[in-house]
């Protein structure tokens, strides 16, 4: 069991191999590329299949009652800090792995076929892929640093995608202001975290469960701080999730393809938001 576990870093990196190779392909050989431009929906498929089959057995294993797993790596070291960088598996965490995957590979099977004719027809794939292998990096972190640097590749990946019929002046007006917008919720999510980490010295999630958990009882800490923290924290799932005030992007972002709109702004990054909430 914990040998799957161990593995599971696997998850996010899966469509990484496809992105990376259409990448070089139009860099290097643009023109057989695009010539073979039907064959990568394939590997596409097939490598988001076996992240889903993957996120399935983590699934089962955490309903059979399986302890949450935790591995951490030292990315930065010092006397007074310390940067880790980890996955965490617990049963949110394997929800949501299912629910990306799942819908991922459905919406990469209709745009095969939707976007058959498209000139961008690649480029796309490019986009949709990264933001498969984001949102999969978003929902396995095990701390808030982590999950800010998820959370802006998502936002550059629905940019993109927003604006993927970028030569239209409609299209690239929405993604704009899609942008704009999240980056007001993305500044109040960062001054939350920068927040939280003054306040307890730790980014990680098992350490400020701890603290918190500690502290509130006996008045250790400052409750109107931490109420200003925590609503910042909030602000960033309002823009993600196009909550109102925050919602003013959303209408607009209906200007990319159809399958963006499905796997974006209906399933799995209006989601980001709830997680962030569930998570914390």
Not at 142 to 167: A, H, K, R
Not at 185 to 213: V, Y
């Amino acid at each position: 069991m914990e040998h799957t576990y161990q593995y599971a870093w696997v998850i996010p990196l899966l469509p990484l191999p496809v992105i990376m190779s259409m990448g070089f392909g139009l860099i290097l050989i643009p023109t057989a590329t695009k010539n073979l431009r039907r064959i990568w929906a394939f590997p596409s498929v097939l490598l988001l299949s076996i992240a889903m089959v993957f996120s399935v057995q983590l699934s089962i294993q955490q309903i059979n009652g399986s302890s949450i797993y935790q591995y951490l790596w030292s990315w930065t070291v010092n006397n007074d800090f310390s940067l880790e960088f980890g996955y965490l598996i617990d049963p949110l965490t394997s929800i949501m792995l299912i629910l990306i995957t799942t819908v991922g590979i459905l919406v990469l099977i209709y745009s095969d076929g939707y976007m058959s004719h498209d000139e961008g027809y690649l480029r796309f794939f490019v986009y949709i892929s990264f933001f498969n292998t984001s949102m999969l990096g978003l929902v396995t972190s095990s701390n808030l640093i982590q999950i800010y640097f998820f959370w802006e590749l998502v936002g550059m990946c629905s940019y993109l995608l927003i604006g993927f019929w970028f030569t239209r002046p409609i299209a690239a007006s929405a993604c704009q202001k899609a942008s704009v917008t999240n980056r007001v919720g993305d500044f109040g999510l960062l001054l939350g975290i920068l927040g939280f980490f003054w306040i307890t010295g730790s980014l990680e999630f098992r350490d400020l469960f701890k603290i918190a958990n500690n502290w509130i009882p006996n008045n250790g800490i400052n409750s109107l701080l931490t109420t200003l923290c925590a609503f910042l924290l909030f602000l960033g799932a309002v823009a993600k999730s196009a909550q109102f005030p925050l919602h003013v992007w959303l209408p607009d972002a209906m200007e990319g393809p159809t399958p963006i709109s499905a796997l974006i702004h209906a399933a799995t990054m209006v989601a980001a938001g709830i997680f962030l909430l569930a998570r914390l």
